[in-house]
């Protein structure tokens, strides 16, 4: 596709429950990064692929998030027993070159996610 | 953990004028980028400098570098009323890091 795609783009779920949330970057971008962004924040860094493996998963707030991108494209974030702290718009972002050097990202619409 | 922090958290003023954002970090870096967010959008890319970079323009935006200060600042000029969106800059949170760390923001309203 022409840009990054996330599905689904609203998720609405119960206290408890497990939560996929899909990313597809740009096609050739080895690069993948998941956000966290709360209303009225700036974008909190996750998680961070090159290829299939997580280089950085820092960000990843404890054991119930969960990344992977197994043929080093499409990416699943994975949310096991859902809490209302987890309500927030979940940003996916693809790169093709480092950041460090001249790498920007390019950011899908996001998923929110709403947990009641 | 947050390396840019924006400065102010929001502000308006009416079309055509001009608007600047402040943004300081605490690192060295390589570079700094400036994103935009529309409300209920992903962000955007707007401009990318380099730590060896004072100055850079693009459009009607410029973009200023003061590694000195840990400090850079983003002018829009003759502003409109579809610049009206959030703005965050982005910098590695250590030097040769590979990921971004963003600011909280500036709410940038533009009145017509």
């Known amino acids: 596709g022409a840009g990054v795609s996330q599905t689904p783009s609203n998720k609405v779920t119960e206290k408890g429950k497990y939560v996929e949330l899909r990313c597809d970057p740009i096609s050739g971008h080895t690069a993948l990064y998941w956000y966290r962004q709360s209303l009225g924040q700036g974008p909190e860094f996750l998680i961070y692929?090159?290829?299939?493996?997580?280089?950085?998963d820092s960000g990843l707030p404890n054991d119930r998030f969960f990344a992977v991108r197994p043929e080093g494209s499409v990416s699943t974030l994975k949310i096991q027993r859902t809490e209302r702290g987890d309500s927030a718009v979940y940003l996916c972002a693809s790169s093709l070159n480092r950041v460090m050097n001249t790498g920007e990202l390019f950011f899908g619409e996001g998923s929110r996610l709403t947990v009641l | 953990s947050q390396q840019g922090e924006e400065d102010p958290q929001a502000l308006s003023i009416q079309e055509g004028e001009n608007a600047t954002m402040n943004c300081s970090y605490k690192?060295?870096?390589?570079?700094l980028q400036w994103y935009r967010q529309n409300s209920g959008r992903g962000l955007v890319h707007l401009i990318l400098i380099r730590s060896n970079e004072r100055e850079k323009h693009s459009g009607r935006l410029r973009v200023t570098l003061d590694t000195s200060k840990k400090s850079s600042s983003l002018l829009i000029t003759a502003s409109r009323a579809a610049d009206t969106a959030s703005y965050f800059c982005?910098?590695?949170?250590?030097?040769?890091?590979?990921?971004?760390?963003f600011g909280q923001g500036t709410r940038l309203t533009i009145n017509p």
């Open positions: 982005a910098t590695p949170p250590i030097q040769g890091a590979q990921k971004l760390v």
């Open positions: 692929f090159q290829g299939t493996g997580a280089a950085d």
């Open positions: 690192t060295s870096i390589n570079n």
